[in-house]
């Protein structure tokens, strides 16, 4: 097993190369994170009329309590340093992911060189940015992926603890990001798949058990600090967020005549997503609390779609994008993301509108880089297009590897659904990069000639 260290090895230097260029890397919303890990180190965390009345949206309720943790815990342990010290963590635990990305694909049959290029794909993509930077998404990306990755080992080679071990993965994640809890529901077809028979119900509570203590202990401390038993407050930004579509289009999303609904029209302003901000503000001006305005914000987000369903639908697919596909293999796009997060001005050779001006200015240099962005951006794009058919295509052909990849279709599947009718950032979608790209080159194995795969089977090749 000594080649997987070095897979390990691999996958960081692209990440520990940006961070020796761009540094740790702070973005608008590191703030919160920061915020809340001072006030654990301050002691007790605000509580009662005092937390209520800190802000329209106390960081404590706003945000979940993991990552501020690991903050503090990296404060207390290197002082001036920790930023550092928590990127190179979160390097580390994609280094893990991609070693765990290689054992999958090795325990999928797939040659060493295929499974090490399925593993160090994702090493120059969007994981590269979150990974330098001071956000949940790094080692959220890792809890989720390589849950979804041991399912895997687990479908094909049975295991007893898988369960468990998944359990904690997701339970870790959940206290990471609020979202896990519905993202979990698309593990259980994967968890069912990897089972033993006759100990499939005692695998689904192996592996949903834990997060459902952790959102019970979440909803008991909020409701003790706050009277009020929410996971986090978030609802009150992104339930407003996900209905701005129909008001730019002016359809009558708060034409009640109640608190909320009048600051509402009073404030809001088509896809302006800084006005969410002042219009939390002036309810919590009014007296709402930030509870308050994350149910109130729900219930409107809830009759949007009861009144305006195929409006909200159109909103919802829309949140897709089109360079989505190609995530898996689209280096120049990280690079875009790695200034946009640096606060840097995009460079040029992101720009293909630019880079086609310079062409026709005579600029060669533009021409190369053109190709590369369409090569690279083709490239994400076929694997994304053979992730999402890999499983019905394995199946047809009736290898067992489709059943086991049925699960991470799911998984990846679900992570989208829970997102796109609220909304769909593209660092969102980080753990489904090496899923797909597994996924990808699962399919590449089995329909490309040079690998004759179906002349030996999974036993004979593992």
Not at 6 to 14: D, E, F, I, Q, S
């Amino acid at each position: 097993m000594r080649g997987d260290w070095h897979v390990g090895l691999l996958a960081a230097l692209p990440a520990l190369i940006a961070l020796a260029i761009f540094g740790a890397i702070e973005t608008p919303d590191s703030g919160g994170y920061i915020s809340y890990a001072e006030q654990l180190r301050a002691g007790p965390l605000p509580s009662g009329a005092a937390l209520l009345a800190e802000a329209p949206a106390p960081v404590s309720l706003f945000r979940t309590a993991g990552y501020p943790a690991l903050i503090a815990i990296f404060q207390s342990l290197f002082g001036a340093g920790w930023k550092v010290a928590l990127v190179l963590f979160q390097i580390a635990t994609h280094a893990a992911l991609a070693v765990t990305a290689y054992r999958t694909a090795i325990v999928l049959s797939l040659p060493r060189a295929l499974a090490l290029l399925a593993a160090l794909v994702p090493s120059v993509g969007l994981g590269l940015v979150v990974q330098i930077s001071i956000l949940t998404d790094a080692v959220y990306a890792a809890l989720l992926g390589g849950a979804a990755l041991l399912l895997v080992q687990a479908a094909l080679r049975p295991a007893g603890g898988a369960p468990l071990i998944v359990g904690l993965l997701l339970a870790g994640a959940m206290l990471l990001r609020e979202a896990t809890l519905f993202i979990a529901v698309g593990f259980v077809p994967a968890v069912w798949l990897a089972a033993r028979a006759g100990r499939r119900l005692q695998s689904l509570c192996l592996a949903f058990l834990p997060i459902i203590a952790v959102v019970a202990c979440m909803a008991g401390s909020n409701f003790a600090r706050s009277g009020h038993p929410v996971v986090t407050t978030s609802r009150q930004v992104v339930m407003v967020q996900a209905v701005l579509p129909l008001i730019r289009q002016g359809l009558p999303v708060f034409d009640g005549d109640d608190l909320f609904d009048r600051t509402a029209r009073e404030t809001l302003r088509g896809d302006d997503y800084s006005r969410i901000s002042e219009l939390n503000g002036k309810l919590f001006l009014a007296g709402l609390t930030a509870p308050e305005i994350a149910d109130q914000a729900t219930r409107r987000y809830v009759r949007a779609w009861l009144r305006f369903p195929v409006a909200m639908g159109v909103a919802t697919i829309g949140r897709y994008r089109d360079h989505f596909l190609a995530l898996p293999f689209h280096p120049l796009n990280t690079i875009r993301y790695l200034a946009a997060y640096a606060d840097l001005p995009r460079p040029e050779i992101t720009i293909p509108l630019v880079l086609w001006e310079n062409l026709k200015r005579g600029d060669i240099g533009a021409a190369a880089w053109l190709m590369i962005d369409v090569a690279t951006r083709l490239i994400g794009t076929l694997i994304g297009l053979f992730a999402l058919a890999a499983p019905f295509l394995l199946m047809r052909r009736n290898d067992e590897r489709g059943v086991a990849l049925l699960g991470t279709w799911l998984i990846c599947a679900s992570c989208v659904a829970v997102y796109i009718p609220v909304h769909l950032d593209i660092r969102y979608l980080v753990p489904l990069i090496p899923l797909h790209c597994l996924l990808g080159a699962t399919l590449w194995h089995a329909y490309s000639p040079r690998w004759r795969f179906g002349s030996r089977s999974l036993q004979e090749t593992s």
